[in-house]
């Protein structure tokens, strides 16, 4: 039996003139019926699982410039704005997904549909070759125990996504057509957790709070990691205590102190003691950039985080200008002051405010001796033009710095899970099931951040706060946010996005720039709604899943599309 790469997962099976080319034998390669048999070509495979998981992390599909990842995940939600130069600036990735107005043909709901089936493909050659009785020495049980937690972990970000997503457990023949899962989402996301738990035994363990290698693969602290994230999204308490609990007392992690909170999401922090896992990036001289390096790095989201300095008189020096696609919601912003206090560690670690902050108080190339009236009248620093999408605060926390350049981008790695997420996690569960345990890692974050909120005792709402606050823009808001909708029949907490796109804040500056010196600075936010004449906003019954891309449910009737995105449904 023949079997192929699925992308969407059967799309390209579907073109004619590409099916003829999978029947030409490949020329300089081992043969697959002799390949899948030593310790060696069980690491080769493994390493391949990994180089593709880091791509579509990074980069999906090698088709886009950005995170289709960081994208999906984070721009539906109500802590930030598609911003960047203007409306509709990158709009696939931004706009559209912040203020609801994608629909099956976006490139970035398809892209990383196809990415997690990538990645699953890639997984599924290793357990089909070396699983069960094929699985016969340690170094092959260990990578089919990595494979299974790698697949575990795309299943249950498929679930989180699109709700009941086919569950694909081996190589798919190219005839197959893979149908929706047919239990529930909560039985989807427990064979993930189970999947990942059982393969805990046949992984190594992070050997301490230093080992840097230990966070580029999949360990046990990884998979419990995401045992504990399937079984807390399924609704089953326990096992995901039991499983978050085994990360936190392995005593193999830690959280970094509060002057070193940002370093985690920069280059100086990669491998650092909170970091449980991350997709490794090693870059190699043989490898042209245009020929696979860019493929593996975050490339142009070294750009999308960084601020639109262009549109400014200068910018600080230790930062790299870039399209300001990010900006951040100010009723964030508020509520993350009025919690953690305007000097806390994390309020400065995630959100700069403009006026003083990036205005005077962080150091400009151009400084010198000035003083700050000196500063107050200077064309060096202030907004030129305006900065769309931003309010009075600009997101701090992945700006990149120069430190983390390497030429032109970024070798840096992409965080998949830390140490803080564990915590919350457990911590959740605990305030779910009466148990005062959970309290400690809660009022560890908190102490962690700086915040003048302590909490003193362990309750359900102070954990959801805790959790927006800390885990801003790493992919956890919007997944959590459909999540409580689900489990607690919270559908008021879809009230803060109802608006996504009706009134997009606009950063600008008084300053006479004809008459450079005659006036100061002084930062103004105006705002303006969505300008296209589209519906905008979240929609009850639609917006709470993904919907199956339109290419996947064109040509397979085994996939009904989700409610509310039109065509069959499931």
């Not at 262009?310 to 930062?319: I, L, T």
């Not at 620093?381 to 305006?386: D, P």
């Not at 005792?457 to 409580?484: H, I, N, Q």
């Given at each position: 039996m023949k079997r192929y790469l699925f992308l969407s997962i059967i799309s390209l099976l579907a073109l004619g003139s590409c099916s003829k080319l999978l029947e030409e034998p490949q020329k300089g390669v081992v043969a697959y019926e002799t390949f899948y048999k030593t310790d060696e070509h069980a690491e080769g495979a493994i390493v391949y699982t990994y180089d593709v998981l880091c791509q579509q992390l990074a980069r999906a599909q090698g088709e886009g410039i950005f995170s289709y990842f960081f994208g999906l995940y984070e721009m539906p939600s109500d802590d930030v704005y598609g911003a960047g130069e203007f409306f509709g600036d990158n709009d696939q990735f931004g706009g559209m997904l912040n203020e609801f107005r994608f629909d099956s043909a976006n490139s970035v709901v398809s892209g990383m549909y196809k990415s997690w089936y990538q990645i699953i493909y890639s997984c599924n050659l290793i357990l089909d070759n070396f699983d069960g009785e094929n699985a016969d020495t340690p170094v092959k049980k260990r990578v089919v125990a990595e494979a299974r937690v790698i697949r575990a972990y795309a299943h249950m970000m498929l679930a989180i996504g699109w709700n009941r997503p086919p569950l694909v457990d081996h190589v798919?023949?190219?005839?197959?057509?893979?149908?929706?899962?047919?239990?529930t989402h909560e039985e989807l996301l427990a064979w993930c957790g189970d999947q990942a738990a059982a393969a805990a035994n046949d992984l190594r363990e992070r050997s301490s709070t230093a080992d840097k290698d230990a966070t580029a693969y999949v360990t046990k602290g990884m998979a419990w990691t995401v045992a504990g994230k399937a079984y807390l999204?399924?609704?089953?308490?326990?096992?995901?205590?039991?499983?978050?609990?085994?990360?936190?007392?392995?005593?193999?992690?830690?959280l970094v102190p509060s002057e070193r909170i940002r370093e985690t999401f920069h280059v100086v922090g990669e491998g650092n003691e909170e970091i449980i896992f991350s997709t490794n990036i090693s870059p190699n001289s043989a490898i042209g950039d245009w020929g696979g390096r860019i493929q593996k790095t975050g490339w142009m989201m070294f750009d999308i985080?960084?601020?639109?300095?262009?549109?400014?008189?200068?910018?600080?020096?230790?930062?790299?200008?870039g399209w300001g696609l990010i900006g951040v919601r100010e009723d964030f912003a508020h509520d993350l002051v009025e919690n953690d206090g305007y000097d806390s560690a994390r309020r400065k670690a995630w959100i700069r405010k403009f006026d003083p902050e990036i205005l005077y108080e962080m150091p400009y190339a151009t400084d010198g001796d000035k003083t700050l009236e000196q500063k107050k009248k200077a064309d060096d620093?202030?907004?030129?033009?305006?900065l769309f999408g931003q309010g009075e605060y600009l997101h701090y926390k992945r700006v990149t710095d120069n430190s983390d350049m390497d030429g032109w981008y970024s070798h840096m790695n992409t965080n998949v899970f830390r140490l803080a997420e564990v915590y919350l996690m457990y911590a959740e569960a605990c305030a779910r099931t009466n148990d005062n345990?959970?309290?400690?890692?809660?009022?560890?974050?908190?102490?962690?951040?700086?915040?003048?909120?302590?909490?003193?005792?362990?309750?359900?709402?102070?954990?959801?706060?805790?959790?927006?606050?800390?885990?801003?823009?790493?992919?956890?808001?919007?997944?959590?946010?459909?999540?409580?909708?689900l489990q607690d029949g919270d559908k008021s907490i879809f009230d803060s996005v109802k608006n996504n796109g009706r009134n997009i804040p606009v950063l600008s500056d008084t300053y006479n720039w004809d008459a450079p010196g005659t006036t100061e600075h002084k930062i103004v936010v105006s705002y303006e709604a969505c300008p296209s004449g589209q519906e905008v906003g979240f929609k009850a019954g639609k917006n709470e899943w993904f919907p199956y891309p339109f290419a996947e449910t064109s040509i397979n009737p085994g996939i009904g599309q989700n409610p509310g995105w039109g065509g069959p449904t499931e």
């Open positions: 798919l023949a190219g005839d197959d057509r893979p149908t929706q899962y047919e239990g999204f399924a609704g089953d308490w326990a096992k995901a205590k039991e499983n978050l609990k085994k990360v936190i007392s392995s005593g193999k992690y830690a985080w960084g601020w639109r300095m262009d549109h400014c008189g200068g910018q600080p020096s230790s930062v790299k200008g620093r202030g907004i030129k033009s305006y345990d959970g309290l400690q890692y809660l009022n560890a974050i908190q102490n962690r951040a700086g915040s003048k909120t302590v909490s003193s005792s362990l309750t359900l709402d102070a954990v959801k706060k805790e959790k927006r606050f800390e885990m801003w823009m790493e992919g956890c808001r919007w997944p959590d946010m459909v999540r409580w909708s």
